[in-house]
């Protein structure tokens, strides 16, 4: 390879050397100085060309969005910000860009509008930032997990099953929607699918993930999962990447103390490996702060905020506690939230779990012991309480400005239990006949928890709106590419 990355030559002490740099026009000015960059760095480097020694045609193609070639001399540099710079001795367009037709401007373009042209947007700095943090997080959860002997499962994206019970799936067929085949009670007969059954793209790999828990004992699946949920929000995705451990003999102590060694130690990660992009996505959001009323600004930084979480042992409180702390709050003057919730069994509305996090304990809250009919069939049921409600072990982690950031649960091992519960909400016994075999057959206590990983990404770069931290978002009506 003949060229040097920019991040390696910016760090590098050697002026004098002869350097090749490859890669795209960000800026030009007074036919002499470019910004380049390729991507390794949020930083560009400058090239300064000799312009009454450079062919006039060449110096035209010199545009925003251009692929060039540079080679020259790398010298100390006189410019603000920067140690080098390449005093240019050949230049070679590899690409052209023509500026007239050129979505992005050497100027910064709203999120809305990146957003249009999702398709061009990896090349501009924060869309640098905030993937090269994601896949700093990434990697982070990969050796978090290795480095515990975790084994990293491959679930399947297509299966039989619906694993949340709540039936927001997206549904796998070969089928001629035109000329269904019907059975004689005019259902869709899926035994002449594919797979010869009806199949769907999973909404999690827990199911499968607990049959290798019960053989390996700690194991996580790290995959895209799928929901057919119809909400258009900042916080949805229709397709997401779910971080899933599962741990035999774990109770929901071990499970809680997982969670949260888990993200501190990723956003430590991002922190340590990341402070440019960090810095850079933290002035961002300086800048937009600015634009707001003082009462509204907040009052940590992003550095700030990401260090106050590693450093802070999160709030573990019940439903019913946290019941009782929203039954005796005040709807605020402004009427922008009613914390008031109606009654013990209700599931938490957005503004309930903000209210929690944000205003009463003003950090990452732990939600345990839900009622059991608001959660999902597998959860280990608790004793009814002294007043006959009945709860499940499980818990929720719910993060400032984001919400619920993980779902969890220590699971029903005991099998009668376990088919009660699925007969009551209607989940045919037949069809999970090889999940029942972890409770037939030398079933243990055990636990494992999903962590939304946009939403991860969504906390640790500040961004609000979560089609800004995948790269190709789906949602509901838009899936462009
Ligand atoms: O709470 P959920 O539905 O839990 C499960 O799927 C369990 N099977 C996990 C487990 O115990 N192994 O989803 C887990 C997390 C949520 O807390 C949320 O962060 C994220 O996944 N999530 C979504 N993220 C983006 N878009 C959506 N539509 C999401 N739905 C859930
Ligand atoms: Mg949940």
Same mark, same amino acid.
């Given at each position: 390879?003949?060229?040097?990355?920019?991040?390696?030559?910016?760090?590098?002490?050697?002026?004098?050397?002869?350097?090749?740099?490859?890669?795209?026009?960000?800026?030009?000015?007074?036919?002499?100085?470019?910004?380049?960059?390729?991507?390794?760095?949020?930083?560009?480097?400058?090239?300064?060309?000799?312009?009454?020694?450079?062919?006039?045609?060449?110096?035209?193609?010199?545009?925003?969005?251009?692929?060039?070639?540079?080679?020259?001399?790398?010298?100390?540099?006189?410019?603000?910000?920067?140690?080098?710079?390449?005093?240019?001795?050949?230049?070679?367009?590899?690409?052209?860009?023509?500026?007239?037709?050129?979505?992005?401007?050497?100027?910064?373009?709203?999120?809305?509008?990146?957003?249009?042209?999702?398709?061009?947007?990896?090349?501009?700095?924060?869309?640098?930032?905030?993937?090269?943090?994601?896949?700093?997080?990434?990697?982070?959860?990969?050796?978090?997990?290795?480095?515990?002997?975790?084994?990293?499962?491959?679930?399947?994206?297509?299966?039989?099953?619906?694993?949340?019970?709540?039936?927001?799936?997206?549904?796998?067929?070969?089928?001629?929607?035109?000329?269904?085949?019907?059975?004689?009670?005019? !259902?869709?007969?899926? @035994?002449?699918? +594919?797979?010869?059954?009806?199949?769907?793209?999973? $909404? /999690?790999?827990?199911?499968?993930? %607990?049959?290798?828990?019960?053989?390996?004992?700690?194991?996580?699946?790290?995959?895209?999962?799928?929901?057919?949920?119809?909400?258009?929000?900042?916080?949805?995705?229709?397709?997401?990447?779910?971080?899933?451990?599962?741990?035999?003999?774990?109770?929901?102590?071990?499970?809680?103390?997982?969670?949260?060694?888990?993200?501190?130690?990723?956003?430590?990660?991002?922190?340590?490996?990341?402070?440019?992009?960090?810095?850079?996505?933290?002035?961002?959001?300086?800048?937009?702060?600015?634009?707001?009323?003082?009462?509204?600004?907040?009052?940590? !930084?992003?550095?700030? @905020?990401?260090? +106050?979480?590693?450093?802070?042992?999160?709030?573990? $409180? /019940?439903?019913?506690?946290?019941? %009782?702390?929203?039954?005796?709050?005040?709807?605020?003057?402004?009427?922008?939230?009613?914390?008031?919730?109606?009654?013990?069994?209700?599931?938490?509305?957005?503004?309930?779990?903000?209210?929690?996090?944000?205003?009463?304990?003003?950090?990452?809250?732990?939600?345990?012991?839900?009622?059991?009919?608001?959660?999902?069939?597998?959860?280990?049921?608790?004793?009814?309480?002294?007043?006959?409600?009945?709860?499940?072990?499980?818990?929720?982690?719910?993060?400032?400005?984001?919400?619920?950031?993980?779902?969890?649960?220590?699971?029903?091992?005991?099998?009668?239990?376990?088919?009660?519960?699925?007969?009551?909400?209607?989940?045919?016994?037949?069809?999970?006949?090889?999940?029942?075999?972890?409770?037939?057959?030398?079933?243990?206590?055990?636990?494992?928890?999903?962590?939304?990983?946009?939403?991860?990404?969504?906390?640790?770069?500040?961004?609000?709106?979560?089609?800004?931290?995948?790269?190709?978002?789906?949602?509901?009506?838009?899936?462009?590419?």
């Amino acid at each position: 390879m003949e060229h040097t990355r920019i991040k390696q030559l910016l760090l590098s002490e050697e002026t004098g050397k002869e350097v090749i740099v490859k890669g795209w026009v960000r800026t030009f000015r007074n036919n002499q100085f470019i910004a380049i960059n390729d991507g390794s760095t949020l930083h560009n480097i400058q090239a300064v060309v000799d312009f009454e020694h450079t062919d006039e045609a060449v110096l035209k193609r010199i545009t925003t969005g251009a692929a060039i070639r540079v080679k020259g001399e790398l010298v100390a540099s006189l410019g603000k910000g920067q140690r080098v710079e390449i005093k240019v001795a050949e230049i070679t367009i590899l690409g052209d860009s023509d500026p007239e037709k050129y979505p992005l401007q050497p100027k910064k373009h709203s999120l809305e509008f990146l957003r249009e042209i999702a398709h061009l947007r990896f090349r501009t700095g924060t869309f640098n930032a905030i993937f090269k943090v994601r896949n700093a997080l990434a990697f982070a959860v990969n050796k978090f997990f290795n480095d515990r002997d975790f084994v990293y499962m491959h679930t399947p994206i297509i299966t039989g099953s619906d694993a949340e019970g709540a039936g927001e799936m997206f549904r796998v067929t070969t089928l001629d929607l035109n000329n269904l085949p019907r059975t004689e009670s005019g !259902d869709i007969d899926f @035994k002449e699918d +594919f797979f010869g059954k009806s199949t769907n793209l999973t $909404v /999690s790999g827990q199911l499968e993930g %607990e049959l290798a828990a019960m053989a390996f004992g700690n194991i996580y699946t790290f995959g895209p999962t799928f929901r057919a949920e119809n909400s258009n929000t900042t916080r949805h995705l229709a397709e997401f990447w779910m971080i899933e451990p599962e741990m035999a003999f774990y109770d929901l102590e071990d499970n809680m103390d997982l969670a949260e060694e888990l993200l501190k130690y990723v956003i430590n990660y991002a922190l340590k490996t990341c402070p440019d992009e960090i810095e850079f996505l933290r002035n961002r959001l300086l800048d937009e702060e600015k634009s707001k009323p003082q009462a509204e600004r907040s009052e940590l !930084d992003l550095v700030e @905020k990401l260090h +106050f979480v590693i450093e802070n042992r999160f709030e573990r $409180v /019940s439903y019913t506690d946290a019941i %009782e702390i929203l039954k005796r709050s005040k709807p605020n003057q402004k009427k922008q939230f009613k914390y008031l919730i109606e009654a013990w069994g209700a599931d938490l509305q957005s503004e309930h779990e903000r209210f929690l996090v944000e205003k009463h304990f003003k950090k990452p809250v732990i939600l345990t012991d839900y009622p059991r009919e608001i959660k999902s069939f597998y959860m280990k049921q608790n004793e009814p309480d002294a007043q006959g409600r009945q709860t499940v072990r499980a818990m929720d982690i719910l993060f400032p400005g984001i919400g619920e950031m993980v779902g969890g649960s220590q699971r029903e091992e005991n099998l009668e239990k376990l088919l009660t519960r699925m007969a009551e909400v209607g989940i045919p016994e037949e069809e999970m006949d090889w999940f029942l075999d972890t409770r037939r057959f030398g079933s243990a206590p055990h636990a494992g928890f999903g962590v939304g990983f946009e939403r991860l990404v969504l906390f640790v770069t500040g961004m609000t709106n979560i089609r800004d931290v995948i790269p190709f978002p789906r949602t509901p009506k838009s899936a462009a590419f």
